[in-house]
């Protein structure tokens, strides 16, 4: 283990090293955007980010806190486009990042700065072949537009609870919503990709090209290279693509029940039933309550009586709606995850993952929380949300077959917040960060542990991507990106130092 202070120099020179980068190309942007458009095939753009087209052509920040920023736009017309980029910046050491849907929002986004936003809204395409039960989406197609197509299609697959997402990011990373339970990760049903590697090849990866790197993608993918398309295995839509949401509202002190009926579902719970929960404070109703909105991908007469013991607890409401599954993400928890696709948001995020449902410790924190909230108004906007689907799908896979390192977790939670203001980042950053720390005292994990996409930025690379599973990456990442130029998106570090 090398020395703190050996580290803390490393970390002052890698950080002045990007500092000094970022001038660089603040100070250079026009000869850049110049010298990429002599570069690129006609029908590609290139603009400074300070011309006014770049906020309506571009695709833009589901987050602004803590964003990267930008002083030139790239929208490659092509792979071979892409690979350019790629391969311009690390000749002349400019930092990038590809864009897909932008609602990438840890914070480690931030220490890019004055760099080059390679944005791929020009690789959309979605393209299903029926009788293979495969797709074909593009590096950018955004979630609403993967689910509507297979749902028309008579297909489905894990799609995530915010339907503007790009899914190819979401894939990369794992990729996990209420259908989960059926096949696990997104990254789990994924047959090859197209990739410009950290080299600046292109290749072709699945099981059998390239298979290292395959294991790689799936999960830690945003760490090796730009996807300009991913193939999926699909599958077709199971009760004709008819599901049943059903919403409750509980009130706060009635926590320690629910708690308790949600224990008793997991490892039970059926695999065709996702639930997700949220927990917050309503000023209409004086206090914390609980929402909870399953899904369940079968008929309502079964979904009635599997959740038996919720409505025997007399919800404050009662929501059953019949609907296609492609609708779902709209209407689970009474729509709430709308709100994920507002751009522009001062988001605060925080995510801890739990492998036991501790009851006592939920009630602390829900109590704390009552506390806390009806104190603070300012602090109101923090809300915890649980994910919890069936171990089934994610079991089906074993865990060396690819880089997702949580398949036994009991549940996915974020406790994340909305802040009016930039100057109220900090107060929600405090109490968000300290709920995270009082959920992770009854995580069942003795060190904080967090599904890649959900992470704050504060987290060890462990914590990502779990300790057995970092030494493999880090030798990909010295094989396919060894300059690090993917490197800014909670990033598998070269050095084993880091972690
Ligand atoms: C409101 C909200 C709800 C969410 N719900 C869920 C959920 O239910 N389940 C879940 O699993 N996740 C969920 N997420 C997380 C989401 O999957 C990630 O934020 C994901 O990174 C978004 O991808 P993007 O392309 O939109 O973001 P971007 O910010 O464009 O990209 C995020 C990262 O992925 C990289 N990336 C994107 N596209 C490519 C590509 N084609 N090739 C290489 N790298 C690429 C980017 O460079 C960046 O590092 C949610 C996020 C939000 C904001």
Redesign the pocket.
């Known amino acids: 283990m090398a020395s703190f202070w050996s580290l803390l120099t490393l970390y002052a020179g890698l950080v002045f090293l990007q500092l000094a980068q970022a001038q660089a190309t603040c100070n250079l942007s026009p000869r850049i955007a110049e010298q990429l458009r002599s570069l690129l095939s006609p029908r590609s753009e290139v603009v400074l980010t300070s011309n006014a087209s770049f906020a309506t052509d571009f695709?833009q920040?589901?987050s602004v806190n803590r964003a990267p920023s930008f002083v030139v736009a790239v929208k490659p017309a092509s792979a071979a486009d892409v690979g350019r980029v790629v391969r311009y910046a690390s000749q002349n050491n400019v930092p990038f990042?590809?864009?897909?849907?932008?609602?990438?929002?840890t914070w480690s986004l931030s220490r890019l700065q004055c760099g080059i936003d390679l944005d791929?809204s020009s690789?959309d395409s979605i393209a299903i072949d029926n009788a293979a039960n495969t797709m074909t989406i593009g590096?950018?197609a955004l979630s609403d537009n993967v689910t509507r197509a297979l749902y028309a299609a008579g297909k489905e697959l894990p799609v995530?609870?915010?339907t503007c997402?790009?899914f190819?990011?979401?894939t990369?990373?794992?990729?996990?919503?209420p259908y989960s339970g059926l096949y696990g990760a997104a990254s789990d049903s994924l047959i090859s990709a197209e990739l410009v590697t950290g080299t600046g090849q292109l290749l072709t990866v699945s099981k059998t090209q390239h298979p290292d790197l395959f294991w790689g993608l799936k999960g830690a993918?945003?760490n090796y290279?730009?996807?300009?398309a991913l193939t999926f295995r699909v599958y077709p839509a199971t009760n004709g693509g008819q599901a049943v949401v059903t919403n409750m509202i509980f009130p706060g002190a009635l926590n320690g029940t629910v708690w308790q009926v949600l224990s008793a579902f997991f490892g039970n719970q059926p695999k065709e039933l996702g639930l997700a929960l949220s927990v917050g404070y309503q000023e209409q109703r004086g206090g914390m309550v609980i929402i909870v909105g399953f899904v369940y991908a079968g008929p309502e007469a079964e979904s009635t009586a599997l959740l038996k013991p919720f409505l025997d607890l007399n919800p404050l409401n009662l929501q059953i709606l019949n609907t296609p599954w492609e609708d779902v993400p709209e209407v689970i928890v009474y729509g709430a995850?709308r709100a994920?696709?507002q751009k522009g948001a001062q988001f605060v995020p925080y995510s801890v993952n739990l492998y036991k449902v501790d009851v006592p410790n939920l009630i602390n924190v829900v109590g704390y929380m009552q506390t806390t909230l009806a104190a603070n108004a300012t602090l109101r906007s923090a809300i915890v949300t649980w994910?919890q689907y069936a171990p089934y799908g994610f079991q089906r896979y074993a865990d060396d077959s690819s880089a997702f390192p949580y398949r036994a977790a009991t549940a996915f939670v974020q406790i994340n917040a909305f802040s009016p203001s930039a100057e109220q980042v900090p107060a929600l950053d405090g109490f968000a960060r300290e709920l995270r720390d009082r959920f992770q005292r009854g995580s069942g994990s003795r060190s904080l542990e967090t599904?890649v996409?959900?992470g704050h930025g504060d987290e060890t690379p462990a914590a990502w991507y779990s300790a057995r599973k970092l030494p493999r990456l880090q030798e990909l990442k010295r094989v396919y990106d060894p300059k690090s130029l993917f490197s800014?998106?909670n990033a598998v570090p070269v050095r084993r130092d880091y972690w």
């Open positions: 695709v920040r589901f990042l590809a864009t897909g849907g932008g609602h990438g929002y791929l690789f590096g950018s995530g609870m915010c997402v790009g190819t990011g979401f990369l990373g794992g990729g996990i919503g993918g945003f290279g730009v996807a300009t995850t994920g696709c994910a599904y996409h959900f800014w998106y």
